[in-house]
């Protein structure tokens, strides 16, 4: 995944434990593309090395305001200038208590009162003791500083290095890298409310075995993914997968059609659009079996019979709110050959405005995919790329849609 690519981020660290954390985040962040020049304050040396910063960021580090490197004197002014963000962490107590006042008398406070307030946006990721967090003074101070135009991430939930259990910790690096890859996606969906279903269906046969598919799911939680990004209210309805909740995303496990369905029915009331992502078991088993079925030694192979399932993306496309076009339906056809034709009548069947086609085959369980989105118009194909750059993609076309229908 790359999607900081290009951006430069001037990571500053302020004194906290949590400081062991930012090496881990320097290393993320240039992961993910971005370019790091890391600021320390003097508390934050007392954690973790400049030495150690130099290294995972490939650049110098700057502690103190009277860096004869630069040219002019001015460090404050040109790494701000330099900058498309500055990111605070972990920012502690101290530190933002000196932001809203406009303290400036370390590089890291000189630089984020010296930057253009309107280009170089401020973030704090907090990391302090549970007391130091909740105190009044503190949640006066992260007050002032969102209304001041900060953007202050939430703080974690858990065990503290002081061996106390509370709010307070910082997030974890994959944690604020995502974070900044929201910031930077445009809000097209802002204050809609989106539901995704993802991943496969598993249908018992006994209490041990069942049919299922090879669906991973990955590209509904990418889409679920972009579309939290993207501003939405994300419920996720995932089938049986192991993979991790996309952050500020609402999940409902389900495992088997039906329970999909019902799952789906409810929450549709509420949503603007729905993705149907999941590859969902046509058929199941027409009677589950309460205990093992045995092997009896005599060759006979058990009898099974199927009954088709609902099929849900059909049946919510039919509800009013989708005819009236209050809820725009997306569906999704994986094939396995001739895919224009299958998704063209796989659209009028299911009687959605959008499907999108995929090769069932070559994007199961893969990191990439292609895609084949046919409307009334006709198709338009997203070419292969990563699951994580066509979700981005799709999201934003379906934004789109909705501001004309
Ligand atoms: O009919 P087919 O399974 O190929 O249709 C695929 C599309 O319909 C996908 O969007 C899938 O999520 C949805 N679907 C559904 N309920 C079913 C079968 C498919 O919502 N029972």
Not at 228 to 253: M, Y
Not at 261 to 278: C, G, K, S
Not at 355 to 369: A, E, H, K, R
């Amino acid at each position: 995944m790359n999607d900081l690519h290009g951006k430069r981020i001037l990571l500053g660290l302020t004194g906290g434990i949590a400081c062991f954390k930012a090496a881990e985040l320097c290393r993320s962040l240039v992961k993910a593309g971005a370019e790091v020049q890391v600021v320390m304050t003097e508390a934050a040396a007392q954690f973790i090395t400049p030495v150690t910063m130099q290294a995972l960021s490939g650049k110098a580090v700057y502690t103190s305001q009277w860096d004869a490197r630069e040219g002019n004197n001015m460090a404050h002014i040109n790494l701000s200038r330099e900058a498309d963000a500055i990111l605070i962490a972990p920012a502690s107590a101290d530190f933002m208590a000196k932001l809203i006042h406009g303290k400036a008398d370390e590089l890291l406070s000189l630089t984020c009162l010296a930057r253009p307030l309107q280009k170089v946006p401020l973030i704090l990721a907090p990391a302090m003791n549970r007391e130091m967090w909740a105190h009044p003074a503190t949640q006066r101070n992260v007050a002032q500083l969102k209304a001041d135009g900060t953007h202050v991430l939430d703080v974690g939930q858990g065990d503290q290095a002081c061996g106390e259990t509370g709010d307070g910790r910082m997030l974890e690096a994959e944690e604020i890298v995502e974070e900044l890859q929201a910031f930077w996606t445009p809000k097209c969906l802002a204050g809609q409310h989106v539901l995704i279903t993802a991943g496969p269906t598993y249908e018992a046969i006994d209490p041990v075995r069942g049919i299922t598919n090879l669906s991973s799911g990955k590209m509904g939680f990418a889409i679920a993914r972009a579309a939290r990004h993207a501003g939405a209210q994300v419920t996720l309805v995932a089938g049986p997968v192991s993979l991790s909740t996309p952050r500020g995303v609402k999940r409902v496990d389900v495992r088997s059609a039906m329970q999909m369905n019902e799952a789906v029915q409810q929450l549709t009331a509420n949503a603007q659009v729905f993705i149907a992502a999941a590859a969902v078991a046509d058929w199941r088993p027409a009677l589950a079996a309460d205990q093992k079925i045995k092997k009896d030694g005599s060759g006979d192979t058990p009898e099974l019979s199927f009954v088709e399932n609902p099929d849900i993306l059909a049946s919510v496309a039919q509800t009013a709110r989708a005819q009236s076009g209050a809820l725009f339906c997306v569906g999704f056809a994986a094939e396995s050959h001739d895919l224009l034709a299958h998704a063209t009548a796989k659209r009028a069947r299911k009687g959605v405005p959008l499907l999108v086609g995929n090769i069932g085959p070559s994007t199961f369980g893969q990191d990439d995919n292609a895609l084949l989105l046919v409307d009334a118009q006709g198709a338009k194909e997203f070419p292969r790329d990563t699951k994580t750059k066509l979700a981005y993609d799709l999201i934003q076309d379906i934004a789109a849609r909705l501001v004309k229908h």
